[in-house]
Every structure is written in structure tokens, then in C-alpha cells.
């Protein structure tokens, strides 16, 4: 039973502290209670201020869409629409696959193995997950499944299958309304798509006419680096779904940016009760201004991550026959076991000894690290030898 958390670390209402590499599955970038963004939030409430405030005008929204677009859009050169479509990253995902199917006129959706977008019905349609998938209880249509990169053998040139069927008017594929892709699947277990990968993808879509929908909800707001994970990439996404760390502090906060002329939609054609959570934009414009007007936190969240794969790949190598391999950018790193029971096995040692850390991967192989962004090198040593701790326990276990 958790009771205080603060930074990297959540302490139990016994008084023992738990080192946090899950940090709310990539909603707590900037770690628990923040106490820049708390101050904010906490001056923000007590002076009476908006909370719930639907679609009207409000102080706090005007603040952070300005701050977002100085901060964050016109720095990049970037000119998105930005839409409160509802408080999660599944919103976000549903908001965009309407607007591709309204704009385009077509209904299918691309989107590849192993990829996670989302527990609604349509954001389910286009998730790889079996598990999940069952879980809808109906038929998941108008979505197709594509190979991710290097989900095949690695001799198959990219786009091989993609785009042939797109040529072929026998195929009995029809033109999609859109592509949608994670840059890093998290979910999926840390699969990494490479900057000529998504270019390839980039390129496809623009000759096909076809939308490019990124969905940034887990590996945005700086989890890879850039505070868009696209960015490195040299691509610019037709629509961009961002939720998790964008509130900085936990609050529930999505948006949708979209190229301008592709806001098609109808007054109230797609609204909800809670677009406008004020608090959410204070914390978000909190972040934005303490965070992003320099360059400080990405270039440290590089060099974090360049320490985390070192120490990964000597576990690696010290525990061969049963370590994959390593994967990872940025900050969100797995580390791939062989026996997919093996993953819970080391997660539940670690926890023992102090560290949450979750699973992913379509078997629940990879041993996930997602630690705020803020947490420090002496933090992450400290995890990392959690870690290393873990699988050896794991596998002396097994050995005997």
C-alpha cells in the first residue's frame, strides 16, 4: 500500500522506499510531486481559479496553448491544430482515427505487429495484442496489420508487402484513411523503429496519399530525447497523438494536433466532459517553462540513457544464454529475456529489493525501465545494480 511518493522514489504506508522505473507507465517524466509544478498547481487552486471549464475560454488554457506553441511548435516549425479530444491517450488515438476516416472519406487504418494503442474499441482495432483484442467482446474491424521494422527477417526490404498490395488492385487492400505507428513500441516491448524506417514510412504515405498518424502518448513530451520521439526522424506526422507526462504532474491531459486543413470537424462532432481539466494545463505550461525552453533535458536524458545501455549490456553479457538482448532510446529501455517467464521472475526480485519496474512484449518477456527523466545518475546506478542483483538471482534460482 503506497502511500507518499516524491521524485523517483514511492514509499509504502510501512515507511519502506521503492525506487520507480515504471513512473506511471511514462506519465510521471518529470517524477512524483514535482515541486516546481506543485507549487504552481498548489497557488493555482487556492486562489479559486477554473477547474472544469468543458470548452470555454479560460485563462489557463489561453497560457498553455501560447506556451505550447513558443515553447514547442514554432521552434520546430511546426503549425498543428491543437484539439482537446478527452483526458487520455486513448482519446487522443480515437480522436485522430475519426478525423482521418472524416477527412478522407475511406475507412481502414494501417498499423503494425505488436503495436498498442489504446483499450477503446477503435484504438483496440488497430493494437496487435491478442489479449487485449479478445478483450473488446466484438468483431475489431477496418484496421490492417503490417510488419513493424525489422519484425521480419531483415533480408525484406521495408515496405516490401505494404506497398505492393497498395499497387495491386487485386490485393483486396483498400486505400487507408491513414498509418498509425509508435516510434518506439513500448508496450510491445521496446521495439525501436529507425530514422530510415519511418522516413520509408513518411515517404509511402505522402505517394499514396495516404495520413501519417504518430502516436506519441507513451514516448513523447522528451521520454526519447526530442520532445517529440519523430523529431530525429526528420519527419512531420499529419496528426499527433500526445497525452501520459504531457500534464507533467499525473493529471489526466490529451491533446491532438492536427495539420490545419485537416480540421474538418463539425461544432460538437466529437466532444466530451472533461477536455477541459484547467489544472492540467497549469502543471503542462509549468513543464513546458521549466523543462523545454533550453536544451538541458534532452541532451541529459541522452546521456542517462547512454548509462542505462551500458549497464544493460554488461548484464547482457554476463547472463547470455538467458539475455536476448537490449533495446531502447532515450530513457525507455527493455531488456529481452529468452524465457519469457523469466521477465516477471526478475521484475518480482527487483521489487523485492526495492524497484518497481513493469513487463511488456507480446509474451511478457522484457524487463521494462521507464524512470522519470529526472532521475538522477546515482539513482539510476542504484536501479541498474538492482537489476543486475535481480537476474542473477533469477537464474541461480533456476540453475539449482
Not at 274 to 297: C, I, K, S
Request: charged share 25%.
Amino acid at each position: 500500500m503506497f502511500s507518499t511518493a516524491r521524485g523517483s522514489h514511492m514509499t509504502d504506508e510501512n515507511g519502506k522506499t521503492y525506487l520507480d522505473f515504471f513512473a506511471g507507465a511514462g506519465t510521471l517524466n518529470y517524477g512524483h510531486n514535482n515541486p516546481q509544478l506543485k507549487r504552481r498547481l498548489i497557488d493555482y487552486l487556492a486562489g479559486d481559479a477554473v477547474v472544469h471549464g468543458l470548452d470555454m475560454y479560460t485563462v489557463a488554457k489561453r497560457e498553455f496553448l501560447e506556451r505550447f506553441n513558443e515553447v514547442v511548435l514554432a521552434p520546430r516549425g511546426l503549425d498543428y491544430k491543437v484539439q482537446f479530444p478527452g483526458p487520455a491517450g486513448n482519446h487522443s488515438v480515437e480522436a485522430a482515427l475519426k478525423l482521418a476516416r472524416k477527412y478522407t472519406g475511406r475507412e481502414s487504418v494501417i498499423s503494425f505487429t505488436n503495436a498498442f494503442h489504446g483499450m477503446t474499441l477503435g484504438a483496440l482495432a488497430v493494437t496487435g495484442n491478442s489479449m487485449k483484442r479478445d478483450g473488446a467482446g466484438v468483431p475489431l474491424g477496418h484496421g490492417v496489420s503490417m510488419p513493424y521494422d525489422n519484425y521480419l527477417d531483415g533480408r525484406t526490404p521495408d515496405f516490401l508487402l505494404l506497398e505492393t498490395m497498395l499497387d495491386d488492385s487485386g490485393s483486396g487492400l483498400d486505400v487507408p484513411a491513414a498509418v498509425i505507428v509508435e516510434t518506439v513500441q513500448g508496450e510491445g516491448g521496446i521495439n525501436v523503429a529507425t530514422a530510415e524506417w519511418l522516413r520509408g514510412l513518411s515517404d509511402l504515405c505522402k505517394r499514396h496519399d495516404i495520413l501519417l498518424i504518430v502516436d506519441d502518448v507513451q514516448m513523447g513530451c522528451g521520454r526519447t530525447g526530442a520532445f517529440f520521439s519523430f523529431e530525429d526522424a526528420g519527419i512531420t506526422p499529419d496528426i499527433v497523438c500526445l497525452s501520459k507526462s504531457l500534464s507533467g504532474y499525473g493529471l489526466p491531459f490529451a491533446i491532438t494536433l492536427m495539420r490545419r486543413e485537416l480540421d474538418v470537424w463539425e461544432p460538437g462532432e466529437h466532444n466530451g466532459t472533461f477536455r477541459g481539466f484547467n489544472p492540467a494545463f497549469v502543471t503542462a505550461t509549468a513543464a513546458l517553462e521549466d523543462y523545454w525552453t533550453g536544451e538541458g533535458l534532452e541532451k541529459e536524458t541522452l546521456a542517462k540513457g547512454e548509462q542505462v545501455e551500458r549497464a544493460l549490456n554488461e548484464i547482457a553479457l554476463e547472463h547470455a544464454g538467458a539475455v536476448e538482448g537490449v533495446r531502447g532510446r532515450g530513457l525507455a529501455w527493455g531488456l529481452v529475456m529468452r524465457d519469457p517467464e523469466t521477465a516477471p521472475r526478475v521484475c518480482a526480485e527487483a521489487f523485492g529489493r526495492g524497484l518497481l519496474m513493469e513487463t511488456s512484449g507480446p509474451e511478457g518477456e522484457v524487463v521494462k525501465l521507464l524512470p522519470p527523466l529526472t532521475t538522477t545518475e546515482r539513482e539510476l546506478d542504484q536501479g541498474l545494480e538492482i537489476i543486475a542483483e535481480s537476474v542473477r538471482a533469477v537464474r541461480t534460482t533456476v540453475a539449482v
